[in-house]
Nanobody
Framework: QVQLVESGGGLVQPGGSLRLFCVAS????????MGWYRQAPGKQRELVAT??????TSTADSVKGRFTISRDNVNTIHLQMNSLKPEDTAVYYC??????????WGQGTQVTVSS
C-alpha cells in the first residue's frame, strides 16, 4: 500500500507561480510512476505530468513550457507551475502506480487562478 499527501495549493493571480508537493509513504519502493492529475468543476480528471523511477518525464500539451515535474527523491515529487492561467484552476491530485499496476491517489489540493 502507498499513501500520498499533497501540499502547496492555493490562490494565485494570473501569471503567477505555485509549487505543489507530493510525499509518498508505505511501500514506496514498489512505486514505478508518480505524477499529477487535475480535475476542474464539471470536467473529467486529466493527466498533467508524470515521472518514472527511471527518470523519464512527460507533460500534457496544455501545460508544456509552463509546468515542470521533478522527482526530489524516491518518495517525493513536486510540480512547479509558472505563468498560471485561470483555466489551470482545478483540484490537483497526486498519483502513483506500483509494479503491479495498482493506482493510488492523494486527497487533492485546490489551485485557484484568479484576479
Amino acid at each position: 500500500q502507498v499513501q500520498l499527501v499533497e501540499s502547496g495549493g492555493g490562490l494565485v493571480q494570473p501569471g503567477g507561480s505555485l509549487r505543489l508537493f507530493c510525499v509518498a509513504s508505505g511501500s514506496i519502493f514498489s512505486i514505478k510512476v508518480m505524477g499529477w492529475y487535475r480535475q476542474a468543476p464539471g470536467k473529467q480528471r486529466e493527466l498533467v505530468a508524470t515521472s518514472t523511477t527511471g527518470g523519464s518525464t512527460s507533460t500534457a500539451d496544455s501545460v508544456k513550457g509552463r509546468f515542470t515535474i521533478s522527482r526530489d527523491n524516491v518518495n517525493t515529487i513536486h510540480l512547479q507551475m509558472n505563468s498560471l492561467k485561470p483555466e489551470d484552476t482545478a483540484v490537483y491530485y497526486c498519483h502513483a502506480m506500483d509494479g503491479r499496476k495498482h493506482n493510488y491517489w492523494g486527497q487533492g489540493t485546490q489551485v485557484t487562478v484568479s484576479s
